[in-house]
């Protein structure tokens, strides 16, 4: 499927009429304005014009989400059957496969994303919500214990849905990083919340009108748009929301973690990573080069997994460089729904000043473009855009090899061993993933069980599966999403003790 498919030019037009209606909040099942009126525009990235306008919500809206998500969760959503919720995810993720080119052509619009990049994701995106229904359908009702120092007296585990969930969400990627959050609250019979990135809304609005459509109670999924300075402020530290789950920056992190300290909320956080790619000089140099392309440059850099520290055997250092300017040289940028684009602009002109202050400093600080680099193209000048680059003569202090950039640059260094690449992997108060280009079991065993990584890759980057748990260590955060283990935060344990005979 491509951007010229005559079901791209319908969904094209589809968004188009969407767009020109201002989006509202999505309480209790209702779409409303928000509290104060207030309204703001959501800008394309590629050339700086308005998109649309969509409501931010402040403290009041927040206040009568979680109200209404309170409501659901004691009501009419917790008497349904693990039957009735694995049938609804499963009408959403229909819905959603139904309705997919419009979905990524609104990240695209919204994000600046390559379209082809969001579009690839249509399979993963909907297996996801497969894998979401299986488990709602086929959860344990609980385990029958014996007592140990009781004799004849049992008791029974249970796990019970924790209750009203705040979602707080990125803006890298609005489609998944939504679902991540939906999928397991409706599995298991919790109620949440969601604030999307204010930066990039329109996904998680349209994602709930498709709840709605698939036959949502009210109130079971709210979404209210809004600065995360205060409506995301507002939600983390809410007296009835039981868990906050977050993705987004580590410094974000810091003021929820103080946030929840209030209401007890049990957290779990997605967060930044500097994630090392390491190729020994036994790799397949050619792949390993292409991997490397694809872990810095893919969404323009703008993935927490990015594989920003390029660790090169020193003997094949050179020859490496080589191949990359080679694929780098290929790669087209410009606006996401055009057709051929591999690397779109920044989310915004804030992010392009932001990454181009780091280049700046870096050269100041003695780097050298070693692949890429350079003006973009001057029709290009009305977007937020940054050329791809490698940087070289990188050194420990320098703040663009230690700092998360979220953006198309990636430094690359050599190596000798791999006592000294493992060191320098380490060498990072982030740990969220990682990978390493060989063909040496005993290479790929001790490295991939060493270097600090949630979720390290070998002869590739970025595979993700429903099954897989994905999360970070150190300051990338801690609980996980995907997986059966990402259930675990969303619900509570209970035993039941049986004291005398029924």
């Not at 009041?60 to 004691?74: I, K, P, W």
């Not at 392009?352 to 193209?377: I, N, P």
Request: proline fraction near 5%.
């Amino acid at each position: 499927m491509t951007e010229q498919d005559p079901e791209f030019a319908r969904a094209m037009e589809r968004v188009t009429a969407w767009l020109r209606d201002d989006k509202e909040l999505l309480i209790g099942g209702t779409w409303v304005a928000a509290a104060t009126g207030e309204v703001v525009e959501v800008v394309n990235p590629s050339d700086g014009t308005t998109l649309g306008r969509v409501a931010r919500g402040g403290e009041a809206d927040v206040d009568a989400a979680v109200a209404a998500a309170r409501a659901a969760f004691e009501g009419p959503w917790r008497r349904a059957t693990p039957r009735d919720r694995q049938l609804l995810i499963t009408r959403f993720a229909g819905l959603i496969d139904e309705h997919y080119h419009e979905l990524a052509i609104l990240e695209s619009l919204d994000l600046g994303v390559a379209y082809v990049r969001s579009f690839g994701k249509r399979n993963r995106t909907v297996s996801h919500l497969d894998f979401y229904a299986a488990v709602a359908g086929g959860r344990n009702a609980g385990t029958r214990v014996e007592a140990s120092t009781m004799p004849g007296r049992f008791g029974v585990i249970v796990e019970q849905p924790i209750g009203v969930v705040g979602a707080i969400t990125p803006w890298n990627s609005p489609v998944m990083s939504a679902l991540w959050k939906i999928g397991p609250v409706l599995a298991t019979g919790c109620t949440m919340v969601l604030k999307p990135a204010e930066e990039a809304p329109l996904v998680s609005l349209r994602l709930g009108e498709l709840l709605i459509e698939a036959g949502m109670p009210a109130g079971v999924v709210n979404i209210v748009n809004g600065r995360g300075s205060v409506a995301g402020a507002a939600l983390a530290a809410h007296p009835g929301v039981n868990k906050v789950a977050f993705t987004g920056s580590t410094d974000t992190a810091k003021s929820i973690i103080t946030a929840t300290t209030n209401n007890f909320a049990r957290l779990s956080l997605e967060l930044g990573g500097k994630s090392p790619n390491i190729v020994f000089a036994d790799a397949d140099l050619a792949a390993a080069a292409k991997g490397a392309i694809a872990a810095g440059f893919t969404n323009s850099g703008q993935i927490c997994t990015a594989g920003t520290r390029l660790f090169v055997q020193d003997v094949v250092y050179d020859e490496f460089l080589a191949e990359l300017r080679m694929h780098t040289a290929r790669l087209r940028v410009g606006p996401g729904l055009e057709p051929g684009v591999d690397v779109g602009p920044l989310v915004s002109r804030r992010q392009q000043e932001r990454v181009q202050g780091f280049l700046e400093r870096a050269t100041q600080q003695g780097a050298e473009t070693v692949v890429g680099g350079g003006d973009v193209d001057p029709r290009l000048h009305a977007g937020s855009f940054i050329m791809p680059a490698v940087l070289g003569g990188i050194t420990d202090d320098m703040e663009v090899y230690s700092e998360e950039v979220f953006g198309p640059v990636v430094v690359a260094r050599p190596f000798s061993s791999a006592d000294e690449v493992i060191r320098m992997a380490n060498d990072s108060r982030y740990g969220l993933a990682g990978g390493i280009w060989s063909r040496n079991i005993d290479t790929v065993n001790r490295v991939s069980a060493e270097v600090d990584a949630g979720i390290f890759w070998v002869n590739g980057y970025g595979l993700m599966d429903p099954a897989f748990p994905f999360g970070g260590m150190k300051h990338s955060g801690y609980g996980r999403e995907g997986g059966l283990v990402q259930l675990e935060d969303y619900l509570t344990t209970k035993t039941v003790v049986q004291g005398t005979d029924l």
